[in-house]
């Protein structure tokens, strides 16, 4: 059992990849490094699966990638209303990040939302748009406005959910991630053959996505509750 509270303690720990040789030296811990590596390769997929387009005959590559496309969009257009066509690149990108990050382990990679402090900076990003969202289309007065919504009485309510929508995204996030994470640690170092595969389709796969798809509903949910015209 010694052993097995030592690989947990590990996994909980966020060490350091490499330091930058700037001033007295900059540590990069691994989510970082892991975060850079997947962002690589969205970019490298992206110039590569939009390298050829075709307006006629499209491969079934473009196919695909036009189906995603238009899910997307009419996820974004259900979800936000009329305002959604700024929203829906930067709910893709942040989907595809999310989704990788979350089944990396798969490829032996230690997945960065695992991270704290990953998870809170994609929380920060939403809250950011959220209520930047709420201003940029009501107005200082409409946005102020909408904290009343729909009763004066809510206020309080409605002004705490500033800190609270934030957290619930970064440690619902955060907590299944790492969750997974260590049971699947706990599974390889009990029984180290066959049954790992078994659970990782679950814990590594389809938990993944299943909070990839969480996070960015709830994040289209909150931006369009503050775009959306009163009734």
């Given at each position: 059992?010694?052993?097995?509270?030592?690989i947990?303690?590990?996994a909980?720990?966020?060490?350091?990849?490499?330091?930058?040789p700037?001033?007295d030296?900059?540590?990069?811990?691994?989510?970082?490094?892991?975060?850079?590596?997947?962002?690589?390769?969205?970019?490298?997929?992206?110039?590569?699966?939009?390298?050829?387009?075709?307006?006629?005959?499209?491969?079934?590559?473009?196919?695909?990638?036009?189906?995603?496309?238009?899910?997307?969009?009419?996820?974004?257009?259900?979800?936000?209303?009329?305002?959604?066509k700024?929203?829906?690149?930067?709910?893709?990108?942040?989907?595809?990040?999310?989704?990788?990050?979350?089944?990396?382990?798969?490829?032996?990679?230690?997945?960065?939302?695992?991270?704290?402090?990953?998870?809170?900076?994609?929380?920060?990003?939403?809250?950011?748009?959220?209520?930047?969202?709420?201003?940029?289309?009501?107005?200082?007065?409409?946005?102020?406005?909408?904290?009343?919504?729909?009763?004066?009485?809510?206020?309080?309510?409605?002004?705490?959910?500033?800190?609270?929508?934030?957290?619930?995204?970064?440690?619902?996030?955060?907590?299944?991630?790492?969750?997974?994470?260590?049971i699947?640690?706990?599974?390889?170092?009990?029984?180290?053959?066959?049954?790992?595969?078994?659970?990782?389709?679950?814990?590594?796969?389809?938990?993944?996505?299943?909070?990839?798809?969480?996070?960015?509903?709830?994040?289209?949910?909150?931006?369009?509750?503050?775009?959306?015209?009163?009734?």
């Open positions: 059992m010694q052993g097995l509270k030592q947990l303690l590990e909980l720990s966020n060490e350091t990849a490499f330091t930058l700037v001033l030296g900059i540590p990069v811990a691994s989510s970082v490094l892991v975060s850079w590596v997947l962002m690589l390769v969205l970019m490298a997929a992206t110039l590569w699966m939009t390298r050829n387009l075709k307006v006629r005959d499209p491969g079934k590559g473009q196919v695909v990638l036009e189906s995603a496309v238009e899910f997307l969009n009419s996820f974004a257009k259900e979800t936000l209303g009329p305002h959604w700024p929203f829906a690149p930067y709910l893709g990108t942040v989907a595809l990040y999310i989704a990788l990050a979350n089944i990396c382990s798969i490829a032996g990679l230690t997945p960065p939302t695992k991270d704290v402090s990953v998870t809170a900076a994609l929380a920060l990003m939403s809250l950011c748009l959220i209520y930047g969202a709420q201003f940029r289309y009501n107005g200082l007065r409409g946005g102020m406005k909408r904290f009343a919504y729909p009763m004066p009485l809510l206020t309080p309510i409605n002004l705490m959910e500033i800190a609270i929508r934030p957290l619930a995204l970064c440690m619902r996030l955060f907590g299944n991630v790492l969750g997974a994470f260590l699947m640690e706990m599974i390889k170092y009990l029984v180290p053959a066959v049954i790992p595969a078994v659970f990782s389709i679950y814990f590594d796969l389809f938990d993944g996505l299943i909070q990839t798809i969480v996070f960015v509903f709830l994040t289209a949910l909150f931006a369009g509750e503050g775009i959306k015209e009163e009734e």
